[in-house]
Every structure is written in C-alpha cells, then in structure tokens.
C-alpha cells in the first residue's frame, strides 16, 4: 500500500527566505510525482510535476526534486513571499492505478 | 472561463436528504476524477471516467454514492440519504489522457470543489 508522508506538518517563516517541504513515499513503482498548492476553502493548483525518470523540475522560485529509490521529493521555494502562503500538498501516481494518492500536506504561513 | 467548474460550491443538506453536485471539465480532456478531502487531510480517491466509463470506484465510494458521466462531458456525483460523515469538500478534476498510454506526464486540472455539511 503506498503511503505519501508530508513533513513538516506547518511552517511559519519571515519573507524573504528560502524554504524546503519534504514530501516521502513508501512505494518507488511511480509513474510520477506532483505538488500541487491550495488555498483555504480552494481546489488545487498544480505547481509541478516530475517523471519518475526526472530528477527534478523548475518553474520560477519553485523548484522540486525527486529520488525514487529513496521514496523522496522535496520542494525547494526561493526568497518566499507572503502570497505563497497556502497548503502545500505532494501526490504520487502509481503503477498500475489511475488515481493520485496524495499526503497530508504542509500549511505554509509567510508573514511580512 | 476554461477550467474545471463545480457547482455548488457550498451545499448545506439536513441528514437523510439527496444531494447532487456537478463537475464541469476542461472541455477537450477525456479523463474525469472525482475526490474528497476532509479538513487537514489531503485528497481521496473516489471514482473516475475515461470518456462516459465508469473504470474504478473506491472503496471509500458506498452504495449511497453513485456518479455519471452521460456523453463523456460534465459529470455528476450523487449521495443519497446524506450521513455526517459525508461532510467533506467534494473535487472534481479532469485531465487528457492519452490513449494506450500510461499515466507518466498526465496534469490533473482541479475545479474549486463543492463543500458539504450535512446537519
């Protein structure tokens, strides 16, 4: 059974600084794995995605890495600002299933 | 607007009652899931379709729930004699899958979800 573990649970830090959220799985038969962000009350966004032959993905300050053998992904956010405030959620797909299984995610507060 | 809608986005139901919520994809993406996320957890698998076919339902999904996607296009998701438990945030998200191949680079595009509380 693939299980997908967030850690931290929060993080609360001052602007401008960069941060890691850590995101691992129990299970390395993966097509893919992504981070997606939420908003309260909101659906998801995706942020990006890596295949499971990737070692990682950029898009602006985000960038998110992944090591299958290892069962983890961290997504690396650069000089953070008070909008990226938001739930921050990883999601695996596994083989031979068509459905994402997500974690629990990590509630990122960046205060001014 | 081209991104996935869902209506309503809020549903306040008394115990017992039916309710029905609907999704709206991304018109040409073949692939419609549904999810459900209760607070500080993440997502849950329900059901999906590829095209009009109902191709995997999860265990969570139980005889009161049942869900349709006449002609391949918006979808509905039903619960009948609505329980508390059922109070979650309702997702629905679509994608292109293609076809005979697997699920390597296939982005899930989420609708704002329809909120639950049964009373």
């Known amino acids: 059974k693939q299980e997908v573990t967030q850690i931290p649970a929060a993080l609360s830090v001052p602007e401008g600084e960069n941060l890691v959220l850590n995101c691992s799985f129990t299970d390395s038969a993966i097509y893919n794995l992504q981070w997606f962000r939420q908003d309260p009350g909101k659906g998801l966004t995706s942020l990006l995605l890596?295949?499971?032959?990737?070692r990682e993905q950029t898009s602006g300050r985000l960038n998110a890495s992944l090591d299958k053998s290892s069962g983890r992904s961290t997504l690396y956010i650069a000089a953070s600002q008070p909008g990226d405030s938001a739930t921050y959620l990883c999601a695996v797909s596994r083989y031979n299933t068509d459905k994402l299984i997500f974690g629990t995610g990590t509630r990122l507060q960046v205060f001014p | 607007d081209t991104g996935v809608s869902q209506n309503p986005r809020h549903k306040i139901t008394k115990r017992g009652q039916n309710v029905t919520f609907r999704c709206d994809p991304i018109s040409e993406h073949n692939r419609l899931y549904w999810y459900r996320q209760t607070l500080g957890q993440g997502p849950e698998f329900l059901t999906y379709?590829?095209?009009?076919?109902?191709?995997?339902k999860s265990r969570l999904l139980s005889d009161r729930f049942s869900a349709e996607r006449p002609k391949g296009s918006f979808s509905t998701l039903e619960i009948q004699r609505t329980e508390q438990g059922d109070s979650a945030m309702y997702l629905c998200a679509s994608s292109f899958r293609v076809p005979e191949e697997a699920a390597i680079n296939e982005k899930l595009f989420f609708g704002s979800g329809t909120q639950l509380s049964v009373l």
């Open positions: 890596i295949q499971s032959s990737q």
């Open positions: 379709f590829q095209n009009e076919a109902q191709l995997e």
